[in-house]
Structure formats: structure tokens, C-alpha cells
């Protein structure tokens, strides 16, 4: 199953591999293409993945959520994966 994740919070190419690693650890994810311009994630998995498993691996990685999603508040922030935030 293919889905296709525009993804906000990435700035550089060291946010791309968080997020890719990221989703990478979800259950269910076979392979994940992640791109700064657009900032998408292009998913390939063996079922369904849920958008609150995508937020939480996400916000686990840094501050990047599902564009048009709101986050949890009462999840801690936390900058980019990669330091640039």
C-alpha cells in the first residue's frame, strides 16, 4: 500500500533523515522516500498506517508533524532531529 505524507517542521537534509528513520521504525513501514521540496514522505507499507502512529513517530523524531494535522499538547516539543532547530 502506497501513501503519500506531505510532512511540515523539515529544513535541511539532516531533517529528511530523521524523518525517514523515523517512519522507517514504524511497524508496518516495508520502505519510506522522504523529500525537502517538496517536504513529502512517500510510504510503502503492508497495511494501513494510522496518522496518530505517523504523529507519534514524528514528534518522537523532532518537531515535525503531518501537514494540516494538529499535534498532541501535552507532547513535549522538541527541535529538529537534526540541530538545525
Do not use: F
Amino acid at each position: 500500500m502506497n501513501q503519500l505524507v506531505e510532512i511540515n517542521g523539515m529544513t535541511c537534509g539532516g531533517c529528511v533523515k530523521s524523518v525517514e528513520k523515523a517512519l522507517q521504525s514504524i511497524d508496518g513501514v516495508e520502505s519510506v522516500n522522504v523529500t525537502l521540496n517538496p517536504p513529502v514522505a512517500n510510504l510503502e507499507t503492508n497495511h494501513s498506517v494510522s496518522d496518530a502512529d505517523l504523529m507519534h513517530a514524528l514528534s518522537e523524531a523532532g518537531n515535525y508533524s503531518i501537514a494540516g494535522k494538529s499535534e498532541d499538547e501535552s507532547a513535549p516539543k522538541k527541535s529538529g532531529g537534526c540541530g538545525c532547530g
